[in-house]
């Protein structure tokens, strides 16, 4: 659970930092500005450390044993972890491209900022990662 709270607190804190240039489709506002300072200077993309971390807490919280998942699911034994593990798998695949997506656009309205700020955080969501 203590994974779920760090991450849930991270894109809180992310929603909260950017107020309306947080979109769940990706854009360009009128007044879109670079953000980083805060987490932003740590990671490129905090908010998905956030929902890493928080899946993880998740997928934890649900395979232990004792949990309904795996004591009373009509999934045969050993079939959880690795259903968990291809859905996990498939969405850090659509996060990566999205990154790399979101990337691209604020670098092409912000090119000398934003190159500036790529070159000082290399990382995209966990440092030393990347």
Known sequence: WALNLVGGSIRLYCYRRLRTL????????????????????????????????????IAL???????????????????VVPIWVVGLSIACAGLDARMRKEDRMLRDRFRTEWDAWAARIRYKIFRYTD
């Open 22 to 57: 947080f979109t769940f489709e990706l854009s360009i506002r009128r007044d879109h500005h670079l953000i980083t300072t805060g987490v932003y200077s740590v990671v490129r993309h905090p908010s998905y450390t956030g929902a890493f971390l928080a899946a993880i807490g």
């Open 61 to 79: 919280c649900h395979l232990t044993p004792g949990t309904w998942v795996t004591e009373c699911s009509e999934l045969p034994p050993g079939a």
